[in-house]
């Protein structure tokens, strides 16, 4: 089974700490990866991160509130000092593409390969990216902007070859991709040989969501079903349910209230306000409802196993 890492860039709020970058992670899977906001500092972060630049294809932007998106320039105009020629993808809210634009015809005249830009709706759920590693999904949230999440889920591997049957029923190689797609097996006297008997299946495809910034939101327990991690932002503590529900936030209680109702495997909390010096307050009051949670900090790379079968 191939890694499905989440390395946290930045888990600080609006305002920038020498404790905390703002928002920016990278998902990589089977050799890929995917960047998911990318406030200010982040190409400094994915330096540290030793993180191929080359591999990064696709950046999903969550909203448009700089915490989220002011180091997203840098990056572009770095990748062409670095001499990138492959296209670079922006999923993103429709709002963003002339910003952008204006921005790249100014200061990234001469750079050597494409910026794409997609635009994302950020009400509905829907699948907004596919490829043979992953597919995306857009979440719907509410933040003072349009904002959406997204959840990442593996593409389903195929099934492991049983190399001891194989050979016991002699089947030829050029077979082999025949019978990982599914294909029985009839044998020279005419026996019909089940699929089942020649392979494993591979492991449940594994998910990893991250829902930053928003509100407390239950609906998002339908599209979250027993997702392996769950990153969900957590900018204040109880005390603060208030102004969380002011600013569009969430408290760390409510963060894995969502977790509990969506059976995660895991909870990561995040997007801390500055307030914090420690954000073990954060962690415990989530803990209490939640009890498999952590704090996300820079530089933290979360590894999703395989599931059981
Ligand atoms: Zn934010
Ligand atoms: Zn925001």
Known sequence: MENFDIHILGCGSALPTTRHNPSSQVVALRGKIY????????QLQMRRSKLNFNRLGHIFLSHLHGDHCFGLLGL???FGLLGRTTDLHIHAPAEYEPLLQAQLDFFCQRISFKVVFHPVDTTVYACIHE??????????LKHRVPCCGFLFQETPSLPHIRRDM????GIPHHQI????????W??????LIPNARLTVPAAPPRSYAYCSD????????????????LYHEATFDKTFLQRAEETGHSTAGQAALLARECNARRLCIGHFSARYNDENILLEEARQIFPDTILAREN?????????I
């Open 35 to 42: 960047m998911v906001d990318c406030g200010e500092g982040t």
């Open 76 to 78: 572009i105009s770095t």
């Open 131 to 140: 490829d043979r590693t992953a597919r995306v999904y857009s979440l719907p």
């Open 166 to 169: 194989i050979d016991f029923y």
């Open 177 to 184: 991709n025949n019978i990982k797609n599914g294909l029985d």
């Open 186 to 191: 009839t044998d020279e006297e005419g026996n």
């Open 214 to 229: 928003t509100l407390y939101l239950p609906s998002l327990t339908g599209y979250l079903k027993d997702v392996d991690l």
């Open 300 to 308: 933290l790379i979360l590894t999703i196993s395989a599931k059981k």
